[in-house]
């Protein structure tokens, strides 16, 4: 709240969203404040956070990078940001974000400005790739009954409760009963903490990617930036 008033998040510019992808690769945007303004789906299963509770957040809040040395490198100075904003280039460099606060995640960051340089200067927008994702493929199943995988990859693909139901032909009650049991052995609370894990464990490959081999049927998604994956 801010004297009385709601928070409102500062808002990217259709134009500018409009060039930034809705899914793949995780891509995050943020304003000459730092302030979050895009953060596609991508970017919620990878980092396991969803769009509404990061938009208009700082980013180096929410992702507190270090170097591989342990160094650093998000915080209010960000020298990708100043960088970029002064009209240098930046090469592709590699983060370390900690998930949870505890799993460490490898990154490779590619940034670059979008937008004009009038008075509320560029959009930086940064997009990620992590580092040894082959390795994670190779993981073991999830501890779920062939029914649960097959719902959790409908989940993973961004479809909601009721059109899970529809694509299965099962009742939405019987869908609600197998998400509860999923979230429950895989010890999370929400179906986007569900979707990051998969992820993170090499279920998928990337965000929005079944691997056929493991019999989890992918699905169209919706365009949203602010990552639907309501019950």
């Given at each position: 709240m801010i004297h009385g008033l709601p928070f409102r998040p500062p808002i990217l510019p259709s134009p500018l969203r409009e060039r930034l992808p809705v899914e793949d690769p995780p891509t995050v945007a943020v304003d000459p404040e730092h302030h979050i303004v895009f953060w596609n789906r991508g970017a919620e299963l990878l980092f396991g956070?969803?769009?509404?509770?990061?938009?208009?957040?700082?980013?180096?809040?929410?992702?507190?990078?270090?170097d591989i040395f342990g160094n650093r490198c998000c915080y209010p100075g960000c020298a990708s940001c100043v960088m970029l904003r002064s009209g240098e280039g930046v090469q592709a460099f590699e983060i370390q974000v900690s998930l949870d606060g505890a799993e460490t995640l490898t990154l490779r960051a590619t940034s670059r400005s979008m937008g004009g340089s009038g008075s509320e200067g560029?959009?930086?927008?940064?997009?990620?790739?992590?580092?040894?994702?082959?390795?994670?493929?190779?993981?073991?199943?999830?501890?779920?009954?062939?029914?649960?995988?097959?719902?959790?990859?409908?989940?993973?693909?961004?479809?909601?409760?009721?059109?899970?139901?529809?694509?299965?032909?099962?009742?939405l009650a019987t869908v609600r009963n197998h998400v509860h049991n999923i979230l429950e052995k895989l010890g999370v609370h929400s179906k986007i903490e569900a979707a990051a894990l998969a992820f993170r464990a090499g279920w998928v490959l990337s965000p929005g990617v079944i691997p056929s081999e493991r019999a989890l049927p992918a699905a169209d998604t919706p365009s949203a930036c602010t990552g639907s994956f309501g019950r």
């Amino acid at each position: 709240m801010i004297h009385g008033l709601p928070f409102r998040p500062p808002i990217l510019p259709s134009p500018l969203r409009e060039r930034l992808p809705v899914e793949d690769p995780p891509t995050v945007a943020v304003d000459p404040e730092h302030h979050i303004v895009f953060w596609n789906r991508g970017a919620e299963l990878l980092f396991g956070r969803r769009a509404p509770e990061v938009l208009g957040r700082r980013c180096h809040e929410i992702l507190q990078g270090r170097d591989i040395f342990g160094n650093r490198c998000c915080y209010p100075g960000c020298a990708s940001c100043v960088m970029l904003r002064s009209g240098e280039g930046v090469q592709a460099f590699e983060i370390q974000v900690s998930l949870d606060g505890a799993e460490t995640l490898t990154l490779r960051a590619t940034s670059r400005s979008m937008g004009g340089s009038g008075s509320e200067g560029p959009v930086v927008v940064h997009t990620f790739e992590a580092l040894g994702a082959p390795a994670r493929a190779a993981a073991p199943d999830p501890p779920l009954t062939r029914r649960e995988r097959e719902i959790l990859g409908l989940v993973v693909s961004g479809l909601q409760n009721k059109e899970v139901a529809q694509k299965l032909g099962l009742s939405l009650a019987t869908v609600r009963n197998h998400v509860h049991n999923i979230l429950e052995k895989l010890g999370v609370h929400s179906k986007i903490e569900a979707a990051a894990l998969a992820f993170r464990a090499g279920w998928v490959l990337s965000p929005g990617v079944i691997p056929s081999e493991r019999a989890l049927p992918a699905a169209d998604t919706p365009s949203a930036c602010t990552g639907s994956f309501g019950r």
